[in-house]
C-alpha cells in the first residue's frame, strides 16, 4: 500500500533554532516525487519543496532543505532559523508513478515562540 | 504572481441546500484538481480534469458532487444536497502537466 505518515502531531520551537519535521513514505514503485506544502491558518497550501525519487542531491529552497533518505523512506522538512510566521501546518505528500495526484500525510502543527 | 483564484472563501448553508464553488486556475494549467479537507486531516483528491475532461473521480460521492470544467479553463463543484458531513475546506489546485500543484486559498463551508 502506498502511505505517507507524518507521526508528529505538533511540534514547538523558538524563534532562530532550526527545526526538523518527520515524513515517512511507502510504495514499491522507484519513481515517485516528495512535496511539503505549509498551511497557515488562513487555510492556503503553499508549496516549500520537491524532491524526485531520483535525485542525486537534497533538495534546498532558502531557509527548507529536504533530508532525503531513499534507503529508509524517508523526506524529512529541516527549517533553518525558525521565524515566528513559520508557525503552521505542515504537510508531506506524495506523487506516485503514473499519477500527477497528490497522496497527503496528516501534517504537523509547528509553533514558533519569540 | 499568477495564482489559483477561488471563491467564495467562506459558505455557510443549511443541509439540504445546494452550494457551489468556483476556481480559476493559473493561466495556462491545463490540469486542474478539487480536494476536500476534512479537519484535521490531509487535503484527498475529489476529482481531476485535464482540460475539460475528467481524468480521475473515483473518489467524488457523484450522488450530491458534481464538478465540470466546460471551457477547459474555470472550474465549478457543486454539492446537492448538502450534508453536515460535508463541512470542510474545498481547495483547488492546478499545476502545468505533472509539474507541482499550486493551490488556491480554498472555500471553507459549513453545514448547519
Keep these: 500500500a502506498q502511505k505517507i ?15 526538523t519535521l518527520d515524513c ?10 516528495l512535496f511539503w506544502y505549509k498551511q497557515p491558518s488562513s487555510g492556503e497550501m503553499i508549496f516549500l519543496i520537491y524532491q524526485g525519487s531520483y535525485d542525486q542531491q537534497n533538495a534546498t529552497e532558502g531557509r527548507y532543505s529536504l533530508n532525503f533518505q531513499k534507503a529508509r523512506k524517508s523526506a524529512n522538512l529541516v527549517i533553518s532559523a525558525s521565524q515566528l510566521g513559520d508557525s ?27 | 504572481e499568477a495564482e489559483v483564484a477561488q471563491s467564495p472563501r467562506y459558505k455557510i448553508t443549511e443541509k439540504s441546500q445546494a452550494v457551489a464553488f468556483w476556481c480559476d486556475p493559473i493561466s495556462g494549467h491545463a490540469t486542474l484538481y478539487w480536494y476536500r479537507q476534512i479537519l484535521g486531516q490531509g487535503p484527498e483528491l475529489l476529482v481531476q480534469f485535464q482540460d475539460e475532461s475528467v481524468v480521475d473521480d473515483s473518489q467524488l460521492p457523484k450522488d450530491r458532487f458534481s464538478a465540470e ?17 460535508d463541512s470542510a475546506m474545498y481547495l483547488c489546485a492546478s ?18
Design chain 1, 5 to 19: 505518515t507524518q507521526t508528529q502531531p505538533g511540534m514547538f520551537v523558538q524563534e532562530k533554532e532550526a527545526v
Design chain 1, 88 to 114: 503552521a501546518m505542515y504537510f508531506c505528500a506524495m506523487r506516485f508513478s503514473g499519477y500527477s495526484t497528490l497522496t497527503f500525510g496528516k501534517g504537523t502543527m509547528l509553533l514558533v515562540s519569540p
Design chain 2, 95 to 112: 499545476s502545468f502537466g505533472e509539474d507541482t500543484q499550486y493551490f488556491g486559498p480554498g472555500t471553507r463551508l459549513t453545514v448547519l
Design chain 2, 69 to 85: 470544467r466546460l471551457k477547459g479553463v474555470d472550474s465549478t463543484l457543486k454539492i446537492q444536497p448538502a450534508e453536515l458531513g
Design chain 1, 24 to 33: 515517512t513514505y511507502d510504495t514499491s514503485d522507484p519513481s515517485y516525487g
